[in-house]
C-alpha cells in the first residue's frame, strides 16, 4: 500500500498527491512515469511522476479527473492509501545543454513539464515556458512555472488570463518575433495540442520533444496497447517513450487508438456511478 501524506485541489478536477513511495523517489527522473492502482479491483493507469523528493521519500502525482479511475482517485483524501504504484517507469527526458529551450505545458500537462524546465534550466539552458488552460480558474501551477523559468507566458483560450487563444498560436507567434534561434521545443498536453505545436514548429525546423499519452496497461513493454508510430517505425510509449520528436509522430493513429474502448470506458464509468465495489465513496 502506498500512502498519500497531503493532497491538495489544484483545480475543480485537477488534483496534486504526494505519496509515500521511497524507493521510486530514490530513482525518479524528470520525465518518468508510474502506473498505478486505485485499489485491487481497479484498472492500472499511468500517471508522469510530477515531482519528487529523494529525502522525504515522497512522489507527487497531479490527476485530471476525466473518467472512472481518474473520479476514484480524486475521492481519495490524506491518510488513504492507492493499492499499488509501480515505477519509475519509461525513458527519462534528455536534460542536456541546448540553448535556448521554449516547454509548452497545456492543461494538466503543465505538471510533467515542471521537473522538465526545472531540469533543463539546471543544464544551463535558456528556459522560456508557455503555459495554457481553457480559462483562469483551469490554470496550475502558475507561481512554480514563473520559478523555474527565465520567462513565463500564460494563454487561456477565453482569455480571462494572458494571451487569448491556445498555446500552439502564442508560440507560432513568438517563434516569428525571436531574433535568437530556438534550439528545442517539450510539448506536453493533450495529444491535439501536441500535434498543433509539433506543427508550428516544423516549418522552422526546431527539434520538438512531445510526451505521448496513449493507452497503456502493463507499462513495461509486454501488452502492446501503448503502440504508435514513429517515424514509421512501431514504438511502444511504455518503453521507448513516453518522449518522441513530434515532427516524426503520426498523431492520426495516436487520436484513433486513444479512443478505442470508449464505449466500454463509458460502461465501466456508469457501472463505477451506480456501485463503487472499491473505495465504497
Ligand atoms: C505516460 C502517461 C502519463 C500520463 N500522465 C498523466 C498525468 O500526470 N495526469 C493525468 O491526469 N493524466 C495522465 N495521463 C492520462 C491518464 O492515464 C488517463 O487520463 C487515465 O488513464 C484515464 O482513466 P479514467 O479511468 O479516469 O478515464 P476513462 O474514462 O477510462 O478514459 C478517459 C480517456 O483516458 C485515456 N485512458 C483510459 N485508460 C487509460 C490507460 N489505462 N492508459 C492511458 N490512457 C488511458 C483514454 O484516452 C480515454 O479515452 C497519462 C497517460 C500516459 C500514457
Ligand atoms: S503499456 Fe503494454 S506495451 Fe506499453
Known amino acids: 500500500m502506498y500512502k498519500i501524506v497531503k493532497k491538495v485541489k489544484l483545480t475543480e478536477d485537477i488534483d496534486r498527491f504526494e505519496v509515500k513511495a521511497p524507493l521510486i523517489a530514490k530513482k525518479a527522473a524528470p520525465g518518468q512515469f508510474v502506473v498505478i492502482r486505485v485499489c485491487e479491483q481497479g484498472e492500472r493507469i499511468p500517471l508522469t511522476i510530477a515531482d519528487y523528493d529523494r529525502k522525504a521519500g515522497l512522489i507527487s502525482l497531479v490527476s485530471m479527473r476525466v473518467g472512472k479511475t481518474t473520479e476514484m482517485l480524486a475521492k481519495l483524501e490524506a491518510g488513504d492509501s492507492l493499492a499499488n504504484v509501480v515505477g519509475p517507469l519509461g525513458t527519462p527526458s534528455e536534460l542536456e545543454k541546448f540553448g535556448n529551450v521554449v516547454c509548452v505545458g ?30 483562469s480558474d483551469d490554470l496550475i501551477l502558475e507561481e512554480e512555472m514563473d520559478k523555474i523559468s527565465d520567462q513565463l507566458h500564460v494563454c487561456t483560450d477565453d482569455g480571462s488570463k494572458g ?21 528545442r521545443v517539450v510539448a506536453i498536453g493533450p495529444a491535439p495540442m501536441m500535434d498543433a505545436v509539433s506543427k508550428v514548429t516544423r516549418p522552422y525546423r526546431i527539434k520538438t520533444i512531445v510526451s505521448l499519452n496513449s493507452i497503456m496497461v502493463d507499462g513495461t513493454g509486454m501488452c502492446g496497447a ?33 479512443k478505442i474502448y470508449c464505449p466500454e470506458e ?4 456508469e457501472l463505477h456511478r451506480k ?7
Open 106 to 135: 497545456g492543461g494538466v500537462g503543465i505538471a510533467p513539464i515542471m521537473p522538465i524546465a526545472r531540469g533543463l534550466r539546471e543544464a544551463g539552458n535558456n528556459v522560456v515556458s508557455i503555459i495554457g488552460a481553457r480559462t
Open 266 to 269: 463509458e460502461q465501466s464509468h
Open 275 to 281: 456501485e463503487c465495489r472499491c473505495t465504497g465513496r
Open 226 to 258: 501503448c503502440r504508435v508510430e514513429v517515424g514509421n517505425k512501431t514504438k511502444f510509449v511504455c518503453v521507448d517513450g513516453p518522449e518522441f520528436d513530434g515532427h516524426e509522430v503520426d498523431f492520426g493513429l495516436l487520436f484513433a487508438r486513444q
Open 163 to 183: 494571451f487569448k487563444g491556445f498555446v500552439s498560436e502564442f508560440l507560432g507567434q513568438y517563434i516569428k518575433k525571436q531574433k535568437s534561434g530556438i534550439n
